[in-house]
């Protein structure tokens, strides 16, 4: 007969901070990772350069460009670059796809305001862009804080310039104003949601006139220096994809320096776990596919996002090669939908059900639904999909943990698993819980990190 302490730890749950869990080894093998991820962060801000990184990786190890009727065998690694906007990438394994690929899906696209496509203007002998806010973002978050400028113009004569303005040290940074706190009384009478309306968040470009006679003396002098950097005309604004962000690089929070802030976590820290892991894999059983797509924020729409038919294409020249159906392999496929999901803030407790709630540094955090309230917009993974997450990151040693984002009633939110279960592939959430998630600097753990790229890494071998 067992006594009450041996019944406890044999039947009941004990959670464990991560940190208590690692080996001095491994937390100096987290902290190489995170350097790496930093590195990562400080170069990616947008989905553009997301994408063109990876395909620099990539060539460097020993990947080849996907093209229709390429071979696919045991060994190969192949890419496909989407538009320059998303990827994916490939390591072909021993057994045939007819049996399945291990998938990770992650996006790369993050919360922004995106330069209007007639955005320049002059008020009041001040320089303005105009611009449209992209995905899920608090707008009184996005004033005074130091942005910079990203992206690419496609000139009038055809040629595209890539524009960067505001991370390099001598660069000048751009901001939104806000109204002083001395004339705030009705502002601040206002819901969070009205205090800044998104027509006010206009980005200063200039206050400086040229010298001479007539209207838009500054708006002319901004111009003359983009013309002068990049070549460009007001034209050019018309063929051109610019988006402005927060400034700065990946920053260590803590005096422990146990946190990493920056811009964009959600969800390049995902992208960047599968990635990492992908890049070290060779010769695995199962085909390993690694996806970093767009347009998640806004729906997943879109000719780079992941309700497109780039996928099927990229996986469909990859079946034809072994003379496989593609309903087949996508039929014993699995895929972890590699998404934040947010982390319990005591400063917010009210919001989440702490019980069900990821917290920082107890790993990757598995969602067996996302969705909002009655679980709307939800894949809601069954009990074999998470019985085979859990025996695989189990069997690898992975730190993980459950989590569900916030209480029912409180709001909600998704991924890109609604859109791989509906090809008919086995898809389960899971991510890195982030504080501050959608803000212009968000916050996650660099256990968490290094847990979910271990995570990848036991599912594409799995």
Known sequence: MMNTDELRESLLMASKNGYARISPEEREEMNAYCRRYMDFMDACKTEREATAWAVREADKRGFKPFTPGMEAKPGDKIYYNNRNKSIALAVIGTESLAKGANICAAHVDSPRLDVKPNPLYEDSQIAYFKTHYYGGVKKYQWPTVPLALHGVVYRKDGSVVTVTIGEDDNDPVLMISDLLIHLAGDQMQKPLAKGIEGEQLNVILGTEPLDGEGADLVKLNVMQLLHEKYGLIEEDFLSAELTVLPAGKCREVGLDRSLLAAYGHDDRVCAYAELDSLFAIENPAKTAVCILADREEVGSMGISGMQSHYFEHFMGTLCDAQNVKLEDCFANAFCLSADVTNA?????????????????????????????????????????????VRTALDSAGVIWQIGILGKVDQGGGGTVAAYMANRNIVTVDAGVPVISMHAPMELVSKLDCYETMRACKAIYLA
Request: aromatic share 8%; charged share 20%; with cysteine.
């Open 344 to 388: 319990f803030d005591p400063n917010f407790a009210e919001t989440c059900d702490k019980r069900n709630n990821a917290q920082l540094n107890y790993g990757v955090a598995l969602s067996k639904y996302t969705g909002s309230r009655g679980k709307s917009g939800a894949s809601d993974a069954s009990a074999e999909a998470m019985g085979h």
